[in-house]
């Protein structure tokens, strides 16, 4: 591998990470009703870049993660709202399996607030995350939900 594309991977799998723990926070967020800057700050401090049990965790972008968790729980009742639109009616994102909401909410604030990574790459940067989550058709589904709000949200990217 040359030093370019080195770099490269190495700033794309610190932006992954950050998604991915950004991801986690929030699922844990849901499972112990505690505020996203709380999260965040634990997370950073005992998680993101940490040794546990003798292994040394990859650091994340830790700015990315801070405004994807901060920014998902500012944002919450127009990604939710914007997440319902494009489900079936008798499913809401409150009926969704918890990590499901958190992939679904991280993902759409990245869609909505996050204009320096293009559409195409956070819709396949979720679906990547969903398949670490889920081993069914919840990846499908995440794709499907995520490329109908970004034709939405950012529709000069998807014509």
Known sequence: MNYKAEKRGDKHSRRTLARLN???????K?????SATDIVEEFLAHRVGAEIDGLQFKDADKNLFRDLVIGTEERIEEIDTRVNTVL???????KLDLIMQACLR????????????????VITEYVG????FFTGKEPTFVNGVLDRLARDIRPGEFE
């Open 22 to 28: 950004a991801v986690q926070a929030y699922y844990q």
């Open 30 to 34: 849901g499972m112990d009703d505690i």
């Open 88 to 94: 079936d009616k008798d499913r809401t994102i409150d």
């Open 106 to 121: 991280v993902a759409v604030y990245e869609l909505l607030a996050r204009v320096d990574t293009k559409g195409v790459v």
């Open 129 to 132: 995350l969903a398949r670490t």
